[in-house]
Nanobody, 119 residues
């Protein structure tokens, strides 16, 4: 199983970026799926994610600016980031709870994509 994330880059404050993540492999089902980030010198934190029940959770710092969407059939999750601020600068990681063909379930991380918000 692999999670492939893309869409990071350099953007000016107030700008927008869209991150995408696709899961591939012998997947039976995906439960929770979403995005985390880690800024230099800080711990990894939740940005936005779907729970296994289909609800969404957002970090307080991104509410009203970021939206998350998911295509269950395609095993993808996207993060639309608007009104970006310098403090959003971080490496963003896709995460998913995946059940594979033999019905074992594990958490998986993507490789990370760097988002830099700077003028």
């Amino acid at each position: 199983v692999q999670l492939q994330a893309c869409g990071g880059g350099l953007v000016q404050p107030g700008g927008s970026l869209r991150l995408s993540c696709a899961a591939s492999g012998t997947i039976f089902s995906i439960g929770a799926m979403g995005w985390y980030r880690q800024a230099p010198g800080k711990q990894r934190e939740l940005v936005a994610a779907y729970t296994s029940g289909g609800n969404t959770n957002f970090a307080d710092s991104v509410k009203g600016r970021f939206t998350i969407s998911r295509d269950v059939a395609k095993n993808t999750v996207n993060l639309q980031m608007n009104s970006l601020k310098p403090e959003d600068t971080a490496v963003y990681y896709c995460n998913a709870l995946i059940t594979i063909w033999n019905l074992t379930t594990n958490g998986y991380w993507g490789q990370g994509t760097l988002v830099t918000v700077s003028s």
